[in-house]
C-alpha cells in the first residue's frame, strides 16, 4: 500500500538524515546503484549500465510504462539526467485512423496526493543524455518546502505511432541548496522544437457535412475579386502537425499542440475547421472542442487564428491546444477533416460532372459517388493505379456532363460518339481493353465548338502469377512432420502466398523479393498441399503437391489372412507386395497357422498386396506404409471361389469341445471332389454341381459323420454353402500321420510322428519299442530303427496293463546301405527354449551343402553357430520337426528329420504336481502300496523300506510337506524343489518304461 511505502520512506531518510551531511538531500537510490531498490515500476523497467531504462512495448503493449518513489522533500529542486530515442518499428492498431500522438517522455510531482505537476520531458529524440535541474518550489500550485512526502514518477508514453521507443533516468537528486544550472541547461515545457508530421490517409466526410456552395462574391483586403467560394474537404491541401504532447496524470488528459499547414499551390480560406470524424478506442473522448456539428461531431475552428482569412500556399497557422479525454489510460488514434473554402473560378463551356466505369455486369465505380457528385470516391483512384483483372476487359464508361450555357454537346469515348442514356442523364460507350496499359479519351465538346477532355488509363492484368515449388518435390517420401516449402513467385508485387493443407489448414506466409518459405507440419501419410498466391489484379494461381510423411523410410507389414465367410485364419495363403518396395526378398510369404503374415524391410509409401491360396479369389489390398518400428498392420479377407453355376462349400470341422480338427477328411460322394482341413478345421470345395448332395468327414480317432445336401431349399444366387462338422472322438485310439503307409523313406533312423485320444486316462507310446513323447493329443518318435526293405511300424498306445489300441504301417527303404546323418538335440523341454543342435556326418563323408527346416505351431528362429550347429529360439508348446537336408561333393543328397517337443511350464507342472499330491495323499492316509505304485520300478524297493521305517509317524510327516516347484524338465527327466516350513527338498520325476511319469527319487 502507498501509505505504507510512505512510512518506510520517511523513516529511512529520517535515519539517513542523522548520517548524511546537511547540505545536500539524497533520493534514495537515485543512482540505482542497487537495481530498482526503492522504486515501484509498471511495464517494461530495468536497470543497464547503472541507469534505469523504461522502454515501449508494442502494439500489444500497456499504455503507460512508469517508475516512481516516495521521498522526502529536503530542498527547493529535483536534478537529475534523462535520455529519449525511437528505437524501431512498430505496426498499426488501427490502420483506419491515420492520426496519432507520438510516444513521448514526462515527469510528474504528487505532493500529499493533491499537488502536482506534470511536464513533457521529450517526444523525439534527445542524441544524448540531457542534464535538467527543476525549481520544485515554484511549479507546484502551492510551494514546495522541506520536509513534506512527494512522490516522484517518470512516465514512458507508448502510443499507436508506429514507433518503439526507449527512456532512461540517472542520478536523481533532491539537493538541499540551490547548484548552479549547467550549461545545457533546457527548462521544461521549451527548447524541445520540433515539427512531427504525419502522413494521413484520406477520409471522405459525410455529405451531410459539407456546407451548400456558396455563390457569393467576396472583395479581400487587396481588392482581389473572386468568383465562387466552395466549402470542401481540403485534406489534400493542408497537412496537421501535433507536437509537446503532455498527460495530465490527474485529469487523465492528453493534450497537444496543432497547427495546419497549406501544402497546395492554390490559397484556402476561412472558416477552417479541424473535425475529428473519428477515434479508434471509444473509452477516449475529446475534451475541449470549439463545438460541434450537427451530426455531434466535435470540431477545432482555426478561424480565429488566421488574421487575413487566407491561408497562402506554404503558409502555417499558429498552434492550438486540443485534448483527449483517455480515462483508461489506452493507446489510441483518430481521423480528422480539413473542411476550409476554395476559389472555385467560373468558365464557360462544357462540364465533365462524374465518370463511372462499370466493368462487366459489376456494380459502377465512380470518380465521385453517384448519388453526390460532390463527394470523391477513393475506390475510383484506386483503380487508376493498381492492375485490373479479367472484369475489367469489358468495360462500359459512363460519363456525366452538361455545359454551363445549357448548349448542346456532344460525347466522344476513344473517338466513337458514345450513346445518350436518357434515363440516367449520362452518356455510355462499350469497350475491350487489351492487357497492359489502356488509355481511355473522353472528350465532350458543345456546339459552339468549345471542347473539354480527360484521359483515364486502365492497366488490365488477366496473367495469373506463376508458382515454383523447389522443395520439397511432389511426392516426395519425407521422414519428420516439420517442413519447410521453399519456391518463387514471378510476380515481385505480390507479399504474401497461402499455404492450404489437406483442404481445411491454411496459413499466409509473406513473400520476400519473390521467394518464399512456408512452414507446415505433416500428418502421417499423404498431405495434399496447395500454394495459392494472388496478384494485385486478383489473377489467382495454385500448386499443388503431394508430400508423403513416414516415420522411417523402411519398415515392416504384418496382418492376418481369414476366410471372409468364416471369420477364421486361413494358414498358406501366399502374400507378395506386387508394387515393388521391398527392399529386400521379393517372394511372397505365407501365412502361419494363425493366419498371420510379416514382410520385412518395405519401402515406405504406398503398397499394394496380393494374396492367392487355393480355392480362394486372389485378393488385392492397397494401403500406406509408414515404416519406423511399429509395423503397419493390414488384415486382409479371402472369399472362396465361387461361380453362378456351381456351389462352394466352407466350414469347420470341430471335436464336441469346440476345438478344430486338422487333417480331416471331405468327400463329396460320388465325385473326385474332396478337401481337407486345416490346422483352423477349415475346408473349402468349390466347383460343386447344383444338385443335391452327400458329403462325408471322416478323421483318425474320429467317428465319421456325412450329411445329405437338398440344394433345391437356395435360390439361384446363393453360390456359397456353409457347414460345420462336429466329430466325436473314438476312446483311446492312436494313428500314424507321418510317415504314410507305403511310403518310400530315407535312412535308418526314422521319425515318426501321430496322434493319440484316450480320454482322461493316462497312458504313454512306443514305436517299434522307441518311446516317444507325447503332448496335447499328438506323439512324436525319434531314430525308430529300420532293418529291412519292407519295415512295419507300430505304434501302441499302453499303459501298465498293457496295449490299449495300436496302429501299424508298412514302409519302404529307399536305399539300404546308405549312411545317414545324425541329429543330436534335446527331445523334450520346456518353452521358451534355446535348443541346441548338432549335425554329424556320415562317416568319410563331407557336406558341401546343407539347411535346417523347422515346422510347428509357431514360427521358430535358428541361427547356425557353423554348417553343422544350430540355435534355435522355440518361444511357444507343440511338437516341432526338424529337417535336415545336405548334398556332398558329389551330389548325393542326405535327409533327416527330428522331433522336439516343447511343453508349457504351467502344464508340466500341472501334470506332476497332480502325481506329488496323490503321493502326499495316500502316504498321509498310510496307504503305502497306492503310494509305491507311484514310483518308477529301480527306486520302488528302496522308498518301500524308508516309508515302512517311518511306521505311525508317516501320515504326520507328508502332512506338512509343501506342493512342488518346476525347475527343469529335459527329455524324460523332470526336476522340481518343494518346501517343508524352511527347508527345501528336491524332488526327481522320470518316465517308466511304458511312457507314464513316476516319482524317482526325492
Given amino acids: 500500500?502507498?501509505?505504507?511505502?510512505?512510512?518506510?520512506?520517511?523513516?529511512?531518510?529520517?535515519?539517513?538524515?542523522?548520517?548524511?551531511?546537511?547540505?545536500?538531500?539524497?533520493?534514495?537510490?537515485?543512482?540505482?546503484?542497487?537495481?530498482?531498490?526503492?522504486?515501484?515500476?509498471?511495464?517494461?523497467?530495468?536497470?543497464?549500465?547503472?541507469?534505469?531504462?523504461?522502454?515501449?512495448?508494442?502494439?500489444?503493449?500497456?499504455?503507460?510504462?512508469?517508475?516512481?518513489?516516495?521521498?522526502?522533500?529536503?530542498?527547493?529542486?529535483?536534478?537529475?539526467?534523462?535520455?529519449?530515442?525511437?528505437?524501431?518499428?512498430?505496426?498499426?492498431?488501427?490502420?483506419?485512423?491515420?492520426?496519432?500522438?507520438?510516444?513521448?517522455?514526462?515527469?510528474?510531482?504528487?505532493?500529499?496526493?493533491?499537488?502536482?505537476?506534470?511536464?513533457?520531458?521529450?517526444?523525439?529524440?534527445?542524441?544524448?543524455?540531457?542534464?535538467?535541474?527543476?525549481?520544485?518550489?515554484?511549479?507546484?500550485?502551492?510551494?514546495?518546502?522541506?520536509?513534506?512526502?512527494?512522490?516522484?514518477?517518470?512516465?514512458?508514453?507508448?502510443?499507436?505511432?508506429?514507433?518503439?521507443?526507449?527512456?532512461?533516468?540517472?542520478?536523481?537528486?533532491?539537493?538541499?541548496?540551490?547548484?548552479?544550472?549547467?550549461?545545457?541547461?533546457?527548462?521544461?515545457?521549451?527548447?524541445?522544437?520540433?515539427?512531427?508530421?504525419?502522413?494521413?490517409?484520406?477520409c471522405v466526410l459525410k455529405a451531410s457535412l459539407f456546407i451548400a456552395i456558396l455563390s457569393v462574391c467576396i472583395i479581400s483586403s487587396s481588392d482581389l475579386a473572386h468568383g465562387e467560394l466552395v466549402a470542401q474537404n481540403v485534406d489534400d491541401m493542408t497537412t496537421l502537425e501535433f507536437t509537446s504532447p503532455l498527460f495530465n496524470t490527474r485529469t487523465n488528459t492528453l493534450t497537444l499542440n496543432m497547427a495546419a499547414t497549406n501544402i497546395s499551390d492554390t490559397s484556402i480560406f476561412t472558416p477552417l475547421k479541424i473535425i475529428i470524424t473519428g477515434i479508434s478506442t471509444p473509452d477516449v473522448t475529446v475534451s475541449n472542442p470549439d463545438g460541434y456539428t450537427p451530426e455531434g461531431l466535435p470540431y477545432f475552428d482555426l478561424t480565429p487564428y488566421i488574421a487575413d482569412k487566407e491561408l497562402s500556399p506554404g503558409e502555417k497557422t499558429p498552434s492550438v491546444k486540443i485534448a483527449f479525454y483517455n480515462p483508461k489510460r489506452v493507446k489510441f488514434r483518430w481521423d480528422q477533416d480539413v473542411l476550409a473554402f476554395i476559389d472555385v473560378y467560373t468558365e464557360l463551356g462544357p462540364v465533365i460532372e462524374n465518370i463511372c466505369l462499370v466493368p462487366g455486369e459489376s456494380f459502377p465505380q465512380c470518380e465521385y459517388y453517384y448519388y453526390d457528385f460532390g463527394t470523391e470516391d477513393p475506390e475510383f483512384d484506386r483503380l487508376l493505379e493498381r492492375p485490373l483483372p479479367e472484369m475489367y476487359r469489358y468495360e462500359r464508361v459512363r460519363v456525366y456532363a452538361y455545359d454551363y450555357e445549357e448548349r448542346p454537346i456532344s460525347v466522344t469515348i476513344n473517338g466513337i460518339e458514345a450513346a445518350y442514356y436518357e434515363k440516367g442523364f449520362y452518356y455510355y460507350g462499350d469497350l475491350v481493353l487489351q492487357d497492359g496499359l489502356n488509355t481511355i479519351s473522353i472528350v465532350v465538346t458543345n456546339d459552339a465548338g468549345i471542347s473539354i477532355s480527360r484521359d483515364i488509363t486502365l492497366n488490365i492484368d488477366t496473367i495469373p502469377p506463376l508458382i515454383n515449388i523447389l522443395q520439397p518435390s511432389n511426392g516426395e517420401i519425407v521422414t519428420s512432420s516439420g517442413q519447410v516449402i521453399n519456391g518463387t513467385v514471378d510476380d515481385i508485387e505480390i507479399s504474401k502466398i497461402t499455404l492450404i493443407k489437406d483442404f481445411i489448414y491454411w496459413e499466409e506466409f509473406p513473400v520476400l523479393n519473390g521467394s518464399f518459405s512456408a512452414k507446415v507440419n505433416l500428418s502421417p501419410g499423404h498431405n495434399d498441399i496447395t500454394i495459392a498466391a494472388s496478384d494485385l489484379a486478383g489473377n489467382s494461381t495454385r500448386s499443388n503437391m503431394d508430400i508423403l510423411y513416414v516415420y522411417s523410410v523402411i519398415g515392416d507389414i504384418t496382418g492376418r489372412i481369414t476366410s471372409s465367410v468364416l471369420g477364421l485364419p486361413v494358414e498358406g495363403a501366399a502374400v507378395t507386395d506386387v508394387s515393388g518396395n521391398i527392399s529386400g526378398d521379393p517372394n511372397a510369404v505365407l501365412s502361419d497357422l494363425d493366419?498371420?503374415?510379416?514382410?520385412?524391410?518395405?519401402?515406405?509409401?504406398?503398397?499394394?498386396?496380393?494374396?492367392?491360396?487355393?480355392?480362394?479369389?486372389?485378393?488385392?489390398?492397397?494401403?500406406?506404409?509408414?515404416?519406423?518400428?511399429?509395423?503397419?498392420?493390414?488384415?486382409?479377407?479371402?472369399?472362396?471361389?465361387?461361380?453362378?453355376?456351381?456351389?462352394?462349400?466352407?466350414?469347420?470341422?470341430?471335436?464336441?469341445?469346440?476345438?478344430?480338427?486338422?487333417?480331416?477328411?471331405?468327400?463329396?460322394?460320388?465325385?473326385?471332389?474332396?478337401?481337407?482341413?486345416?490346422?483352423?478345421?477349415?475346408?473349402?470345395?468349390?466347383?460343386?454341381?447344383?444338385?443335391?448332395?452327400?458329403?462325408?468327414?471322416?478323421?483318425?480317432?474320429?467317428?465319421?459323420?456325412?450329411?445329405?445336401?437338398?440344394?433345391?431349399?437356395?435360390?439361384?444366387?446363393t453360390t456359397i454353402l456353409v457347414y460345420d462338422f462336429i466329430l466325436k472322438d473314438i476312446p483311446c485310439?492312436?494313428?500314424?500321420?507321418?510317415?504314410?503307409?507305403?511310403?518310400?523313406?530315407?535312412?535308418?533312423?526314422?521319425?515318426?510322428?501321430?496322434?493319440?485320444?484316450?480320454?482322461?486316462?493316462?497312458?504313454?507310446?512306443?514305436?517299434?519299442?522307441?518311446?516317444?513323447?507325447?503332448?496335447?493329443?499328438?506323439?512324436?518318435?525319434?531314430?525308430?530303427?529300420?532293418?529291412?526293405?519292407?519295415?512295419?511300424?507300430?505304434?501302441?498306445?499302453?499303459?501298465?496293463?498293457?496295449?490299449?489300441?495300436?496302429?501299424?504301417?508298412?514302409?519302404?527303404?529307399?536305399?539300404?546301405?546308405?549312411?545317414?546323418?545324425?541329429?543330436?538335440?534335446?527331445?523334450?523341454?520346456?518353452?521358451?527354449i534355446e535348443l541346441s543342435v548338432d549335425i554329424e556326418e556320415p562317416y568319410g563323408i563331407s557336406f558341401t551343402e546343407y539347411s535346417l527346416q523347422i515346422s510347428g505351431p509357431a514360427a521358430a528362429e535358428s541361427i547356425s553357430e557353423d554348417p553343422l550347429h544350430y540355435n534355435i529360439s522355440i518361444n511357444e508348446p507343440g511338437i516341432y520337426i526338424l529337417t535336415f537336408s545336405a548334398a556332398d561333393s558329389e551330389g548325393n543328397r542326405y535327409t533327416r528329420k527330428f522331433g522336439f517337443t516343447g511343453v508349457a511350464r504351467a502344464d508340466a507342472e500341472g501334470m506332476l504336481s497332480l502325481l506329488w499330491t496323490k503321493l502326499k495323499d495316500s502316504l498321509a492316509a498310510g496307504n503305502i502300496e497306492d503310494a509305491l505304485s507311484l514310483f518308477t520300478p529301480e527306486t520302488r524297493y528302496r522308498y518301500a523300506q524308508q516309508l515302512l521305517l517311518l511306521g505311525d509317524r508317516l501320515p504326520e510327516v507328508f502332512s506338512t510337506i509343501g506342493d512342488i516347484q518346476l525347475i527343469t524338465l529335459k527329455d524324460n527327466i523332470a526336476k522340481a524343489r518343494v518346501y517343508e516350513g524352511d527347508i527345501t527338498h528336491y524332488v526327481w520325476f522320470a518316465r517308466d518304461i511304458y511312457g507314464l511319469w513316476k516319482i524317482h527319487k526325492f
Fill in 595 to 717: 493366419g498371420g503374415y510379416k514382410i520385412e524391410d518395405v519401402r515406405s509409401g504406398d503398397i499394394t498386396l496380393l494374396v492367392e491360396k487355393g480355392g480362394y479369389n486372389p485378393r488385392q489390398s492397397n494401403l500406406f506404409a509408414y515404416g519406423g518400428t511399429t509395423p503397419t498392420i493390414r488384415d486382409i479377407a479371402l472369399t472362396p471361389v465361387n461361380t453362378p453355376d456351381t456351389f462352394t462349400l466352407t466350414g469347420q470341422v470341430k471335436n464336441t469341445g469346440g476345438l478344430p480338427i486338422r487333417g480331416a477328411k471331405i468327400i463329396i460322394e460320388g465325385t473326385s471332389l474332396t478337401s481337407t482341413s486345416d490346422y483352423n478345421g477349415i475346408y473349402l470345395i468349390p466347383g460343386i454341381p447344383r444338385n443335391s448332395f452327400i458329403i462325408g468327414a471322416s478323421r483318425n480317432g474320429y467317428e465319421a459323420v456325412s450329411i445329405n445336401v437338398n440344394t433345391g431349399v437356395y435360390s439361384s444366387k
Fill in 1 to 202: 500500500m502507498r501509505w505504507v511505502s510512505k512510512i518506510l520512506s520517511c523513516l529511512s531518510i529520517t535515519i539517513a538524515c542523522f548520517y548524511a551531511s546537511l547540505c545536500q538531500g539524497q533520493i534514495i537510490n537515485g543512482d540505482f546503484g542497487s537495481g530498482l531498490d526503492g522504486w515501484e515500476t509498471n511495464g517494461n523497467v530495468s536497470v543497464e549500465e547503472g541507469a534505469a531504462i523504461l522502454r515501449t512495448n508494442g502494439i500489444n503493449g500497456i499504455y503507460e510504462t512508469s517508475l516512481s518513489t516516495d521521498f522526502i522533500v529536503t530542498g527547493d529542486r529535483l536534478t537529475f539526467r534523462y535520455y529519449f530515442d525511437i528505437i524501431g518499428a512498430d505496426e498499426k492498431k488501427y490502420p483506419y485512423f491515420p492520426s496519432f500522438g507520438p510516444d513521448f517522455f514526462q515527469i510528474s510531482l504528487y505532493v500529499d496526493e493533491q499537488r502536482y505537476f506534470d511536464k513533457t520531458l521529450a517526444w523525439e529524440p534527445t542524441g544524448g543524455f540531457i542534464p535538467v535541474s527543476i525549481n520544485i518550489s515554484s511549479e507546484s500550485p502551492s510551494s514546495i518546502v522541506p520536509g513534506m512526502v512527494a512522490t516522484l514518477s517518470f512516465l514512458l508514453f507508448d502510443e499507436d505511432d508506429e514507433h518503439r521507443s526507449i527512456a532512461a533516468i540517472d542520478d536523481v537528486s533532491d539537493p538541499a541548496n540551490p547548484v548552479p544550472e549547467p550549461g545545457t541547461l533546457i527548462l521544461l515545457g521549451g527548447g524541445l522544437l520540433g515539427l512531427f508530421t504525419f502522413s494521413r490517409y484520406r
Fill in 733 to 832: 485310439f492312436i494313428g500314424i500321420t507321418s510317415p504314410a503307409d507305403g511310403e518310400y523313406v530315407p535312412g535308418d533312423g526314422l521319425l515318426v510322428t501321430g496322434l493319440v485320444r484316450c480320454g482322461d486316462r493316462e497312458a504313454g507310446v512306443r514305436v517299434n519299442g522307441v518311446l516317444a513323447q507325447v503332448y496335447k493329443g499328438y506323439f512324436a518318435a525319434n531314430d525308430v530303427p529300420m532293418s529291412e526293405v519292407m519295415n512295419t511300424i507300430t505304434a501302441e498306445m499302453i499303459d501298465q496293463s498293457g496295449t490299449i489300441a495300436a496302429d501299424s504301417i508298412a514302409v519302404t527303404l529307399q536305399q539300404v546301405d546308405t549312411a545317414e546323418p545324425l541329429i543330436h538335440a534335446q527331445e523334450a523341454g520346456i518353452v521358451p
